[in-house]
C-alpha cells in the first residue's frame, strides 16, 4: 500500500524538551511538506522540502528544524525554542504527475506540551 | 486581508439537503483549486481539483471555480451524515508554489 506514515500518533512533552515527529512516505514523491493546524485555523506551512538535501522555510518556521537525507523521509524536531508548540502536525508529499499541485497527507501527530 | 477566506461555520444542515461551501480570495494569480475533506483528528484527503474555470462534478460532489468573481464552491448533493466533516479550500499559482489555504468550514449532518 502506497501512502504516508506518520509517527507517533500522540506525542506528550515537557517544556524545554526538544521531540523528534516521523514522516515517511512510499509514494516516490520529490516533495514534502510539514504543516502545523490549530483549532479553528487552517494549514500553516512550517518546513518544505523539493529534493533530497535541501529545504526552505515556510512561513512559521521559528522554533522547528528539518533535515531530508533521504526521499522517503522528512522528520521535523519542535525545539524547546517554540513557545506554543501544542499543535495537530501534518506531513504531506506532492505528485508529479498531472495533478502537479495535489499534496497527499498522512495521518497526523497530535504533539501536547504537559 | 486573508488571501484565501473561508467561513469556519459550523454549517449544519439535515441530512438529504444540498450543501454549498464557498471560499473566496484576492490573487487573481490562482489557476489551481482544491477541496480537500478533513474528518476529525486525520489527515485531509483530497475530494476534487479544478483547473482555471468552470465546474466539475464527481459522484454527488461538484466544484465550481468563477475566476471573475475570485469565488470557489463545492455543492454536495443528497448530503449523508457520513459527509461531516471539516472542507478546506486550497489553491495555488501552479506547481512551482505554494498552496494557499483557507481556515476550512465545519460542516454537520443532522439525521
Known amino acids: 500500500d502506497g501512502g504516508i506514515t506518520q509517527s507517533p500518533k500522540y506525542l506528550f512533552r515537557k517544556e524545554g524538551q526538544n521531540v523528534t515527529l516521523s514522516c515517511e512516505q512510499n509514494l516516490n514523491h520529490d516533495a514534502m511538506y510539514w504543516y502545523r493546524q490549530d483549532p479553528g485555523q487552517g494549514l500553516r506551512l512550517i518546513y518544505y522540502?523539493?529534493?533530497?538535501?535541501?529545504?526552505q522555510k515556510g512561513d512559521i518556521a521559528e522554533g522547528y528544524s528539518v533535515s531530508r537525507e533521504k526521499k522517503e523521509s522528512f522528520p521535523l524536531t519542535v525545539t524547546s525554542a517554540q513557545k506554543n508548540p501544542t499543535a495537530f502536525y501534518l506531513c504531506?508529499?506532492?505528485?508529479?504527475?498531472?495533478?502537479?499541485?495535489?499534496?497527499?497527507f498522512g495521518p497526523g501527530t497530535r504533539l501536547t506540551v504537559l | 486581508q486573508k488571501e484565501v477566506e473561508q467561513d469556519p461555520g459550523p454549517l449544519s444542515v439535515p441530512e438529504g439537503a444540498i450543501v454549498s461551501l464557498n471560499c473566496t480570495y484576492s490573487?487573481?494569480?490562482?489557476?489551481?483549486f482544491m477541496w480537500y475533506r478533513q474528518y476529525s483528528r486525520k489527515g485531509p484527503e483530497l475530494l476534487m481539483y479544478t483547473y482555471s474555470s468552470g465546474n466539475k462534478e464527481d459522484g454527488r460532489f461538484t466544484a465550481q471555480v468563477d475566476k471573475s468573481s475570485k469565488y470557489i464552491s463545492l455543492f454536495i448533493r443528497d448530503s449523508q451524515p457520513s459527509d461531516s466533516a471539516t472542507y478546506l479550500c486550497?489553491?495555488?499559482?501552479?506547481?512551482?508554489?505554494?498552496?494557499?489555504w483557507g481556515a476550512g468550514t465545519k460542516l454537520i449532518i443532522k439525521p
Open positions: 504531506a508529499s506532492r505528485s508529479a504527475g498531472p495533478l502537479t499541485d495535489t499534496q497527499y
Open positions: 490573487n487573481s494569480a490562482f489557476q489551481y
Open positions: 486550497a489553491m495555488s499559482k501552479g506547481s512551482n508554489y505554494q498552496l494557499i
Open positions: 522540502s523539493q529534493i533530497v538535501n535541501d529545504f
